[in-house]
């Protein structure tokens, strides 16, 4: 089955088309057109601008998508929610259409659901995916949850963010330090050109809190963590670029060390065959490396994390969902839903 995908929650408007591969999904193509940079000069994303960029690239980048392919789609998917309203009706109407234009069903696909099952992208017809039960970390702008999931379909929420998510964290801290949106690739960078020599000079000089790290529990909070770098950051008035980049390094190792604990605990709480990581935030080399450390330490556990391009947001992920895990719907029943919660 070949199925042309769209997404178009926030300010990434992206299409693929990708068909089923072995017990995986394979991505024949992939397009992605981000207005990231124009929000770049209003710190963090403007909804209004977001939903107008969406208008204008939407036919572009579906006609790209499809090159040749148009006759060959058997099905159309498109991420209904979470997200941003003005931006999620321009894919679900788009979606629509064509739906109803070309007679083909049209599948209806929860974005953090879509997430998580592009651990289920493939290349080749004999690639592992994942085993059930699994325990999966979902990371974004929007989202720090932890799940279980026993089939593609069925999931527990299991622990997670009180307060803000982990991205809007990042991009946050980032802003207070005067690194550009989005916060998590530049706090990357601002980690890479970290010294050990700058660590030996700073020792635990700016040492940040772990909230609820040592609590029994997934509960997570970022929001005091974000409140520390404020307050240093004041207390420090001006500051230089190594500062900078020895608060940002203290920032992500904190964040790093509780995602990572709380990650381990629902493992070992609930002994799965498989962790996936998943969500724009899962790009954050660090992490991905931290945590496939700990979880390849327990026997019979593997780690499943996406390639780069599939964790920040694309369509590739939603087609995963509407080939692994389908949810048809009619066209003239298809709503966008900016905060659905079920998967
Ligand atoms: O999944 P995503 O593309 O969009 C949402 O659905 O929210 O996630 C975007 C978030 C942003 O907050 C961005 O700062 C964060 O992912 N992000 C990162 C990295 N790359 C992107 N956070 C930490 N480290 C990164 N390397
Ligand atoms: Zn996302």
Not at 157 to 169: F, N, P, Q
């Amino acid at each position: 089955m070949k199925v042309l995908a769209i997404e178009s929650t926030c300010d990434e408007t992206a299409a693929a088309v990708v068909e089923n591969c072995g017990a995986g999904v394979k991505i024949l193509n992939n397009v992605v057109a981000s207005s990231v940079l124009m929000h770049q000069k209003y710190g963090g994303i403007v909804p209004e601008v977001a939903a107008r960029e969406q208008i204008k690239s939407i036919i572009p980048v579906i006609t790209e998508a499809l090159g040749e392919d148009k006759d060959s789609i058997d099905g159309i998917a498109v991420s209904f929610g979470p997200g941003l309203m003005g931006s999620l009706l321009v894919g679900v109407e788009s979606a629509k259409a064509l739906a109803w234009a070309w007679k083909k069903p049209l599948y209806a696909v929860n974005h953090m659901g879509a997430h998580i099952l592009a651990n289920w992208i493939v290349e080749s017809m004999t690639a592992k995916v994942p085993e059930f039960p699994a325990v999966g970390l979902v990371v974004s702008g929007g989202h720090t949850d932890i799940v279980l999931m026993t089939s593609v379909k069925d999931w527990k929420w299991i622990g997670g963010t009180r307060d803000d998510a982990v991205g809007e964290a990042f991009d946050k801290a980032a802003r207070l330090l005067g690194l550009p949106y989005p916060g998590g690739p530049e706090i990357s960078k601002a980690v890479e050109r970290v010294t050990d020599a700058m660590k030996e000079r700073y020792g635990k000089k700016y040492k940040l809190p772990r909230p609820l790290l040592n609590e029994d529990n997934l509960d997570m909070s970022f929001s005091g963590l974000k409140a520390a770098v404020a307050k240093t950051v004041i207390e420090l008035g001006e500051i230089d670029e190594e500062t900078r980049d020895m608060l940002a390094w203290e920032f992500s190792e904190a964040i790093i060390e509780i995602l990572v604990k709380k990650t381990m605990m629902a493992v070992e709480k609930n002994k799965p065959k498989c962790v996936l990581m998943a969500g724009g935030v899962a790009a954050n080399k660090q992490l991905r490396e931290n945590l496939r450390i700990e979880v390849e330490k327990i026997d019979g556990v593997k780690f499943f994390c996406p390639e780069l391009k599939y964790c920040g947001d694309n369509a590739a992920m939603v087609g995963a969902v509407a080939i692994i895990a389908p949810q048809e719907v009619k066209p003239t029943e298809l709503k966008p839903d900016p905060s659905v919660t079920t998967v």
